[in-house]
């Protein structure tokens, strides 16, 4: 069956600190990776996807990804947290045959001044 | 702006009252979605509609009813709802053909059941 797992339901980092939210998926096919964030009371927001090529993928707001195939994962990233980047991060799955979305738990990320 | 419309933002409602959420996608999209959000819980999946044509429907309870009178608009029609209904509602909608692209939301409706 296809999953999505997002092993930590929240994560805290310092201001300024590197990130990394974890997600790691199971899926029959080639997937088709996502990343939303999602602010208060709104609705989710793209970030980044994976199709094909290049593991690393680089998305809105300094954000990336890497694509593992063999650890089935793909993490999301950002090098330096900002106090806005608070909120609540949800990854996705997509196989190539379905046009639907599987979803995580998704992660609260708080970034502390 | 998304190019996902969603109306009203807020809904407080009575348990006896019957009251509709609407949708509107500017992207020539051929896929929508309803998702419920509950705090706590995982987004879950409500209905899809393809085409037009619902393609699915999660073991929801018959007090929501979807309709999608065409591609661009997408209706929830709510009755007799419980407070356990209690949640933000969120429409999608993707383009079929392409699975790259993901879903476009819009910015949910919250609705509170008294």
């Known amino acids: 069956a296809q999953s999505v797992a997002q092993p930590e339901d929240q994560v805290n980092v310092a201001e300024g600190n590197p990130l990394t939210v974890k997600c790691t998926y199971s899926v029959s096919g080639n997937p088709y990776l996502f990343w939303y964030v999602q602010y208060p009371n709104r609705g989710l927001q793209f970030l980044l996807k994976y199709i094909t090529g290049d593991n690393l993928v680089k998305g809105s707001y300094g954000f990336e990804a890497e694509f593992n195939k063999s650890q089935t994962s793909f993490h999301l990233k950002k090098p330096s947290a900002l106090v806005s980047d608070s909120a609540l991060y949800f990854c996705?799955?997509?196989?190539?045959?379905?046009?639907?979305?599987?979803w995580g738990a998704g992660t609260k990320l708080i970034i502390k001044p | 702006e998304t190019g996902v419309t969603q109306t009203p933002r807020h809904l407080v409602m009575g348990m006896t009252n019957k009251k509709s959420l609407k949708c509107e996608q500017h992207?020539?999209?051929?896929?929508m979605y309803w998702y419920k959000q509950s705090a706590k819980k995982p987004l879950e999946l409500m209905f899809v509609y393809s085409l037009e044509e619902r393609v699915e429907n999660n073991s929801v309870p018959s007090r929501f009813s979807p309709e999608c009178p065409n591609s661009s608009h997408l209706f929830l029609h709510l009755h007799t709802l419980q407070p356990e209904d209690s949640a933000l509602y969120l429409c999608?909608?993707?383009?079929?053909?392409?699975?790259?692209?993901?879903?476009?939301f819009g910015s949910g409706t919250r609705l509170t059941v008294v």
């Open positions: 996705a799955v997509r196989d190539g045959s379905n046009y639907q979305l599987i």
């Open positions: 999608a909608s993707s383009q079929e053909s392409q699975g790259g692209y993901g879903y476009t």
């Open positions: 992207l020539g999209h051929n896929a």
